[in-house]
C-alpha cells in the first residue's frame, strides 16, 4: 500500500492529505522522497501529476456511477488504469473525460472537466465548516452529494493567518464532541487585559473584550484539524490548487471554477512540466477564499451584490504577526491582551495582540486599519516599533521568533455586507465580510456562515427549495445578532482615537448595541491616502536584531515561496501608473505599505526610479489590491501550492 503525503517544499508539519493506492506506481517511485515505510513526502508538483491522473480515474468513476449508488470518499482505482499504470504509461483517459479545449500560444490545450454536486473555493474555516455540515445532512437524510473543496495552499492551513483568540460558539454545533476528537484546542483565556499605551506607558483600560470561555488557539493547526475531518466524511480536498477562473453557463449561472495551469513560464510559453489547468463543475458553488476573495469579487460585482444587500463599501485592515517561543518564567498560558495608541498615531485605526499559547509560543500582532492617511506609514515597521515598547519588549528579549505573517482582515461588518447569494452559489467567510471587529474575532462566524450556507445548499440540492434562504437563515442566526450590535464601533474612530474610545464605551456599556443609529463609514480604504506633500517622512528606527528585525529576514520565517518562472500574479492594470501617478504624487506607498517588500522603486540607467515587482516574495495578504491610491494592482492567483507556508499562525 502506497500512500501520497502532501506537504509543502518548506513547510515542517506533513499535511492531512493522504491517499491510499492498493497498488504502487512505477513511474512516480522515483521522483518519491521516502521518509517512512508506508508514507512518502511529494513535492506539489509531483503530486500534481498524481492528482492529475487520480482526477482522471475519479471523472471515470462519477461517470459511471452518477446515478447509482456513489458514496463519497477515494473511488477504487478501474483496472484498466492501474493496468496502464503498472505498465510505466502516463494513463489512458476515455473520451467522456475531456473537459474544455482551449487555446494556449496558439496550440489546443485540453482541460480536464470534473463534475461535483458542490464544489467549494478555500479550505479555511469557512469552507471546511460547510463542507463537514454538508456531509453530516448527507448522513442524517442518507443522501449523496460529492463535495470538493480547492485550497491555494500547499497544505490546508498553509496560508491561515490569525490571531487567534477562539469563541467554541459555531464549533460546538457543528462538531460538539470536539474535545474527546483532540481539536487542537487546548489553552483556555485565563486573563483578559486592555491597555492604552503612550510611548513610554501602558494604562490599563476595562477590557471590552470578555473572552471568558473562549480559547488561544493556532487557526492554521485548527483548519489542518477540520480538513481531517471533513476527509473522514467524505469530503475531497485538493490542497495546492488555486481557482483562478470562475465558469459560467450561457444563462450567466455559475457552474464551478477552475484552476490555473500550471508549468508556464514568465513570458507565457508552456514548460517542460506543463500541465492544464482542471475545471470543477458544481451544481452549487461555495466561494470561502477569505478577505478579499480574488473570485469572490469578482462575483460581487458582477451581480451587483453589495447594492442588492444595501451594503456600503468594505473597509479592511492589515494584521502583522509573529509567533514566539519565550522563556518559561515570562510565558502565562492563555494569557490575552489587546492594546490600542501607540506607536500609531491617533487618526489611525488599529492596536495590537499578544496571546499566550502552549509551549511557551506567544502570538504578537500589529492591525493597522487600511485607510490611514499618511502615505509615509509602513505597517510592518510601526510592528517593529511597537515590539519596543518598555511594557512589551521584556518578554520578547532572549526568545526566538517562529514565525512571521501577514493578511487583511476585513473592518466593515454589518454596514458592507453584501447579499451573499448568486445564481448558481453563494459567498461564505470573510470572502462576505462576517468578521466581528471590535472582537477581532472572524472564525466563528465565518464557521456559522458556512454551515448555513451548507445547510441551504442541502435543500436547493435535495429538496428543491431556493438558496436564497441562506440570506433569510443568516439574517435570523446570531451571526447577525452579533454583527449588528457591533456595527457602530468601527465606524466611531472615523473621528479619531479618543473620540472613539468615548463613542464606543456609550455602544458597549449604555446602549448595549442597541441605539436606534448606524453609523456609515468614511471613504474607501484607496481613497483614504492623501498625498506625499502633506505629510513629512516619518524616519522609522533601524531594526536591533534582538526584537525587530528587517523584511528580508522577516521573510524567510514566513516560507513563502513561489517559483520564480510563471506569470506576473499582481498585475498593474497601467503600467504608467507606479511611475507617473503613486512615485510623484504618493511617494511611492506600495514599498512600504506591502509588508513584503514586493514593490521597490530601483534606479535604472538613467537614475529614474522604476517600480520593480518581487512577486515570489508575496504573502498572499491582499493589502496591495485594497490600498493601491488608483487600483490600479490586481491581485490574481499564482501557480497553486506557492505562497506562504503557516503552521503556527
Ligand atoms: C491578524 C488577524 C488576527 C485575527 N484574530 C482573530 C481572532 O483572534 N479570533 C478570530 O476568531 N478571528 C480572528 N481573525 C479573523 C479570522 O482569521 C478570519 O475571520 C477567518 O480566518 C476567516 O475564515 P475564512 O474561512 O472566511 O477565510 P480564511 O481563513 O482566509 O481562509 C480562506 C482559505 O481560502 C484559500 N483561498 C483563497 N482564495 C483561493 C482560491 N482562489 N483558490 C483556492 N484557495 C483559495 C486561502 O488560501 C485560505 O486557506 C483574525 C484575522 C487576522 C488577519
Ligand atoms: S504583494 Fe500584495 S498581497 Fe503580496 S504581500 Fe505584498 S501587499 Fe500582500
Not at 491610491?629 to 490574481?636: A, G, V
Request: charged fraction near 20%.
Amino acid at each position: 500500500m502506497l500512500k501520497l503525503v502532501s506537504s509543502s517544499s518548506k513547510s515542517k508539519s506533513s499535511s492531512v492529505k493522504s491517499y491510499s493506492f492498493p497498488i504502487r506506481f512505477p513511474p512516480l517511485h522515483n521522483l518519491l522522497e521516502h521518509s517512512d515505510p508506508h508514507s512518502v513526502r511529494v513535492q506539489p508538483k509531483v503530486l500534481y501529476s498524481c492528482r492529475h491522473f487520480i482526477n482522471s480515474a475519479k471523472t471515470e468513476f462519477l461517470d459511471h456511477n452518477r446515478n447509482g449508488f456513489f458514496s463519497s470518499g477515494f473511488p477504487k482505482i478501474p483496472s484498466k488504469i492501474k493496468e496502464l499504470c503498472w505498465a510505466g504509461i502516463s494513463f489512458w483517459r476515455p473520451p467522456s473525460l475531456v473537459g474544455t479545449i482551449r487555446s494556449f500560444s496558439g496550440e489546443s490545450v485540453c482541460r480536464d472537466s470534473l463534475n461535483y454536486d458542490v464544489v467549494i473555493v478555500g479550505a479555511g474555516p469557512a469552507g471546511l465548516s460547510a463542507a463537514i455540515r454538508l456531509k453530516q445532512l448527507c448522513k442524517e437524510k442518507d443522501v449523496d452529494l460529492s463535495v470538493c473543496v480547492v485550497e491555494k495552499g500547499a497544505e490546508v492551513g498553509a496560508h491561515i493567518l490569525s490571531g487567534n483568540v477562539f469563541e467554541p460558539r459555531a464549533l460546538n454545533e457543528l462538531l460538539p464532541k470536539w474535545k474527546q476528537e483532540e481539536a487542537p484546542i487546548h489553552v483556555p483565556v485565563s486573563s483578559d487585559k486592555f491597555w492604552l499605551l503612550s510611548k513610554t506607558r501602558a494604562f490599563s483600560l476595562p477590557s471590552p473584550f470578555n473572552n471568558r470561555g473562549n480559547y488561544v488557539i493556532s487557526l492554521s493547526q485548527l483548519v489542518r484539524w477540520l480538513g481531517q475531518k471533513a476527509e473522514e466524511l467524505g469530503v475531497e480536498i485538493y490542497p495546492g490548487f488555486a481557482a483562478s477562473e470562475i465558469l459560467y453557463d450561457t444563462n450567466d449561472k455559475v457552474i464551478g471554477i477552475a484552476t490555473n495551469d500550471m508549468g508556464v513560464a514568465k513570458n507565457g510559453s508552456k514548460k517542460d512540466n506543463f500541465q492544464p489547468g482542471v475545471e470543477l463543475k458544481g451544481r452549487m458553488t461555495l466561494l470561502a477564499e477569505g478577505c478579499r476573495g480574488s473570485l469572490s469579487e469578482k462575483i460581487i460585482k458582477k451581480y451587483n451584490l453589495r447594492e442588492k444587500g444595501q451594503g456600503q463599501h468594505q473597509t479592511y485592515a492589515l494584521g502583522l504577526k509573529e509567533v514566539w517561543e519565550i522563556s518559561a518564567d515570562k510565558h502565562d498560558a492563555g494569557a490575552v491582551l489587546h492594546t490600542i495608541g501607540w506607536p500609531l498615531d491617533h487618526k489611525t485605526y488599529g492596536g495590537s495582540f499578544l496571546y499566550h499559547m502552549k509551549d511557551r509560543q506567544v502570538a504578537i500582532g500589529l492591525v493597522v486599519a487600511l485607510n490611514y492617511h499618511n502615505p509615509f506609514l509602513s505597517p510592518y515597521e510601526e510592528f517593529q516599533k511597537f515590539k519596543q515598547h518598555p511594557a512589551i519588549r521584556p518578554l520578547l528579549e532572549g526568545g526566538t521568533i517562529l514565525e512571521y505573517g501577514a493578511r487583511t482582515l476585513n473592518e466593515g461588518g454589518y454596514q458592507s455586507l453584501p447579499y451573499p447569494v448568486f445564481p448558481g452559489g453563494a459567498i461564505i467567510g470573510c470572502s462576505a465580510g462576517f468578521l466581528n471587529v471590535p472582537k477581532i474575532k472572524g472564525s466563528h462566524t465565518a464557521m456559522k456562515s458556512g454551515m448555513l450556507a451548507a445547510e441551504s445548499v442541502f435543500g436547493t440540492l435535495h429538496e428543491d427549495s431556493p438558496l436564497e434562504a441562506f440570506w433569510s437563515s443568516l439574517r435570523n442566526s446570531w451571526v447577525w445578532k452579533e454583527l449588528h450590535a457591533a456595527r457602530n464601533y468601527r465606524p466611531a474612530f472615523e473621528y479619531g482615537l479618543f473620540p472613539g474610545l468615548a463613542l464606543s464605551a456609550i455602544e458597549h456599556y449604555v446602549m448595549k448595541g442597541n441605539s436606534p443609529w448606524t453609523l456609515k463609514h468614511g471613504k474607501p480604504d484607496h481613497e483614504a491616502t492623501e498625498e506625499a506633500r502633506l505629510w513629512t517622512p516619518i524616519d522609522y528606527p533601524k531594526p536591533d536584531g534582538a526584537v525587530s528585525f528587517d523584511i528580508t529576514t522577516s521573510l524567510y520565517r514566513s516560507n513563502t515561496n513561489h517559483d520564480h518562472d510563471q506569470p506576473a500574479h499582481l498585475r498593474l492594470r497601467d503600467t504608467k501608473v507606479p511611475e507617473l501617478v503613486n512615485l510623484p504624487a504618493y511617494a511611492g506607498p506600495e514599498s512600504r505599505y506591502c509588508p513584503a517588500r514586493v514593490y521597490e522603486y530601483i534606479a535604472d540607467e538613467s537614475g529614474r526610479l522604476k517600480l520593480q515587482i518581487n512577486a515570489q516574495n508575496c504573502l498572499h495578504c491582499k493589502a496591495c489590491d485594497i490600498k493601491d491610491p488608483k487600483q490600479n494592482i490586481e491581485w490574481t492567483v499564482p501557480e497553486g501550492g506557492g505562497g506562504p507556508g503557516y503552521t503556527v499562525m
